[in-house]
């Protein structure tokens, strides 16, 4: 056990050195609420599997307590896992998530209810999920995918994709950038200012059709008058030769 701590923090010091740009020293990785909150995950997932279960939670509420991170002790998760900032992430009991996995602070991985069995999300490999995003439900978030900001994904998503927006939509594809290594939660596509630049485009088109239509309607008509004008000139003209 004290062996396994100590490869854990030696592998935390190299996995936050690596993501956080902000980390000037090895010392300050005892300062991030990430290096206790996992840590106590760590601890508290043994004691969970040995089917200590009082134990386990009591470990990881105090933990909480002590870090903002909630992380139940029955959760699945592999190398590489980092949150950074961390306040306000939760992660559920059944949640699995894969290598390599990016959260920052305000993120959920939840259910959706008081269903039974596996109920929480699965994250696969090279996944980041950005300030605030919500994963709810039992079901799968593929490897190399980014969530971004705020976003509240209900459904699985496909490998290699990006996905932004409340529900959330896949926005992107095949992208097989891997996320530790591209952690730009800003510049991502936004489905919604572009709908609404296609319909201010169809919009126009409309007004434009609308203004021929009604041009096309006041050269009828001004033809008509025209030729109603003649028609009275004509039987003017006639009545006078009459």
Not at 79 to 84: H, Q, S
Not at 158 to 171: D, E, H, L, W
Request: hydrophobic letters at 35%; glycine letters at 10%.
């Amino acid at each position: 056990m004290f062996k396994r701590i100590i490869d854990y923090v030696k592998e935390e010091t190299r996995i936050i050195k690596d993501r956080d740009p902000a980390i000037k020293t090895n010392a300050e990785v005892f300062l991030y609420p990430s290096f206790w909150a996992v840590l106590g995950y760590r601890v508290s997932n043994y004691f969970y599997r040995g089917k200590r279960f009082f134990l386990a939670r009591l470990i990881s509420q105090f933990t909480a307590r002590r870090t903002g991170i909630e992380i139940h002790p029955g959760a699945k998760i592999g190398k590489g896992f980092f949150i950074d900032h961390g306040t306000g992430v939760v992660i559920g009991e059944t949640t699995e998530i894969g290598d390599n996995v990016t959260l920052y602070q305000g993120v959920t991985l939840g259910g959706t209810g008081k269903e039974q069995g596996k109920r929480h999300p699965t994250i696969g490999n090279n996944v980041m999920i950005s300030v605030g995003a919500k994963v709810l439900g039992s079901f799968k978030v593929g490897d190399n995918c980014k969530i971004g900001a705020g976003s509240v994904v209900l459904k699985e998503v496909p490998a290699n994709s990006t996905v932004v927006g409340v529900p959330g939509r896949v926005i992107k594809r095949n992208d097989v950038k891997v996320p530790q290594d591209d952690l730009d939660q800003v510049d991502l596509p936004d489905p919604i200012s572009e709908d609404l630049m296609w319909l201010a485009k169809e919009n126009c088109k409309l007004l434009k059709r609308i203004d021929d239509l009604e041009r096309i309607v006041m050269d009828k008509k001004a033809s008509e008058r025209t030729g109603i004008l003649e028609d009275k000139i004509i039987r003017r003209n006639t009545n006078e030769n009459i």
